[in-house]
């Protein structure tokens, strides 16, 4: 099997593995509440990760990382961003709003053409210009007819956005990366546990020993399709895996749509029809450059 169509399997199965599996777990153990799952993800994120680097031993590469007070910065925002990424997605899978979480997903892509067009000068043609003003429609037009903010979907979109783009300004393993910061965050996950504990509300301990392992799984369930996507896009290249990361938020919005019967009225009906436009004329452009 050639390089490329090993770079597509991985790619498939990271996005399926976000769009399906991932969905399905931290939905199942969602009962725990949302404030002690994203802990969880923190937590055991991290000592996933900081196993991986002693076994490969980078030490030696997180200290050079570190060493620079730029890499540090920068990771210090992405960490902050992907903790509210995880908190809001982890806050929507627990209350039933698996499909607005989607929506950021589809929107979060056409984000990156116009992040790119802002922060990186990158060049911007019809179709994907097209493709951002559709996106502004479609969030206007949600917020006219609930005048409420869809501020799920947002938040996911925006925050996994502006992650990519401040990842991009560095150039750092990805697997390094997210070990600081996980890092970076993990202190306030060990407060948060603290409080939870204090509270009485703590699921995790010897006197469950199965829900305990099922929440330790959250670590490989965020680094594990984490590494099969970058690997793939490594293998493929970025146009490929720009167009096979849909597979995560159709996913979404189908287990949330018709597995958990989550609501879905025509108005939001028209809002994801507009995305789809935009979503199949980024795909177009992207297809007629590779």
């Not at 911007?124 to 210009?129: A, E, G, V, Y």
């Not at 979907?153 to 560095?170: C, D, P, Q």
């Not at 919005?253 to 994801?272: M, V």
Request: hydrophobic letters at 55%; glycine letters at 8%; charged letters at 10%.
């Amino acid at each position: 099997m050639s390089s490329f169509n090993k770079g597509i399997l991985f790619i498939i199965l990271g996005s399926f593995w976000w769009g399906v599996i991932g969905v399905i777990y931290f939905r199942y153990v969602s009962f725990v509440g949302s404030i002690e799952l994203v802990l969880h993800r923190v937590f055991w994120t991290a000592v996933m990760l900081i196993i991986t680097t002693i076994y490969l031993s980078k030490w030696n590469k997180i200290k050079k990382i570190l060493q620079n007070k730029k890499n540090f910065l920068y990771l210090t925002i992405t960490g902050l961003l992907i903790f509210v990424n995880w908190s809001v997605w982890i806050y929507a899978v627990s209350t039933n709003q698996i499909v607005d979480a989607s929506f950021g997903y589809f929107i979060m892509p056409i984000l990156s053409v116009l992040f790119g067009y802002l922060f990186f000068k990158e060049i911007l043609n019809r179709l994907r210009i097209f493709s951002v003003i559709l996106t502004i429609i479609s969030v206007l037009y949600l917020f006219y007819f609930y005048k409420n903010f869809p501020w799920i979907g947002l938040t996911v979109g925006f925050s996994w956005a502006l992650y990519n783009v401040f990842r991009k300004k560095i150039n750092v393993d990805v697997d390094l990366g997210l070990l600081i910061e996980s890092l970076v965050i993990l202190p306030f996950a060990i407060i948060g546990f603290y409080l939870v504990y204090e509270s009485g509300n703590l699921d995790f301990g010897v006197n469950s020993i199965k829900l305990s392992f099922l929440l330790i799984i959250a670590g490989p369930m965020t680094v594990i399709p984490l590494f099969c996507f970058v690997k793939g896009v490594h293998l493929a290249g970025l146009g490929p895996s720009g167009m096979l990361f849909f597979i995560t938020p159709t996913f979404q919005f189908i287990l949330g749509l018709f597995l958990y019967n989550e609501p879905f009225d025509t108005y939001r009906l028209i809002g994801f029809i507009l995305i789809w436009v935009a979503v199949i004329i980024y795909l177009f452009d992207l297809y007629e450059k590779n």
